[in-house]
């Protein structure tokens, strides 16, 4: 859940910046307080996702630190889902 919501997240970071940079150029804030609410929700999912998956790790639990790395990691290298041959 934490690694989709993070990458959503990814999303609404890029859709906030062209939202700026729409801004900048004199238009409506539509589209950055579209980006901003897409963040902040993907923000909710994902640290409420890492608090459970942690909740649920046995002792000794990893550190917030290494797991905010692990999370980081599995976003941006997506695991293939094909069955092993």
Same mark, same amino acid.
């Given at each position: 859940?934490? $690694?989709? !919501?993070?990458?959503?997240?990814?999303?609404? =970071? &890029? *859709? %906030?910046? @062209?939202?700026?940079? $729409?801004? !900048?150029?004199?238009?409506?804030?539509?589209? =950055? &307080? *579209? %980006?901003? @609410?897409?963040?902040?929700?993907? !923000?909710?999912?994902?640290?409420?996702?890492?608090?459970?998956?942690?909740?649920?790790?046995?002792?000794?639990?990893?550190?917030?630190?290494?797991?905010?790395?692990?999370?980081?990691?599995?976003?941006?290298?997506?695991?293939?889902?094909?069955?092993?041959?």
């Amino acid at each position: 859940m934490a $690694v989709w !919501a993070l990458r959503a997240g990814y999303a609404g =970071l &890029a *859709v %906030g910046i @062209v939202g700026v940079m $729409v801004l !900048a150029t004199g238009s409506t804030p539509w589209l =950055l &307080a *579209v %980006g901003v @609410v897409i963040w902040l929700a993907a !923000a909710a999912v994902s640290l409420t996702g890492v608090v459970r998956a942690r909740q649920e790790l046995p002792e000794p639990r990893p550190g917030w630190w290494s797991m905010r790395f692990m999370l980081i990691h599995d976003t941006v290298h997506a695991r293939s889902t094909a069955a092993p041959s």
